[in-house]
């Protein structure tokens, strides 16, 4: 089985709908480029494996959706909200539940 990484297709949006202000929304599909290659982290640890490869390429799909607002020349705020929801591949190989992952983040952007 080589390195290889997991393929992506992706399409996404943005707006503004005042100065200053961007929303965006993005959408992910990921699969492995062969049914028996590892899916990584992006440090490049292995997270799942099927050696048979029958637990197909599928890994799963990820949507997020945020905010971007410059509040002054120099502070901006930045929020967005991720949901992933896991494909065959990841449930076979994770032995998850409902193979859902979603995390919510804020962070201040600190311009000189």
Known sequence: TGARWTSCAAVGFTAQPATGVKV??????????????????????VLGRDLTGRSGRDVGAELDVGINAD??????LQAGYSLFSGGDFMEST?????????????QFKFKF
Do not use: I, V
């Not at 965006?24 to 490049?44: H, I, T």
């Not at 509040?71 to 901006?76: A, E, P, S, Y």
């Open 24 to 45: 965006w929304a993005k959408g992910y599909w990921f699969w492995l480029a062969e049914s028996r290659d590892a899916w990584r982290n992006a440090g490049g640890g």
């Open 71 to 76: 509040l002054n020349k120099h502070l901006g």
């Open 94 to 106: 994770r032995r998850t539940n409902d193979g859902l992952s979603q995390f919510l983040y804020a």
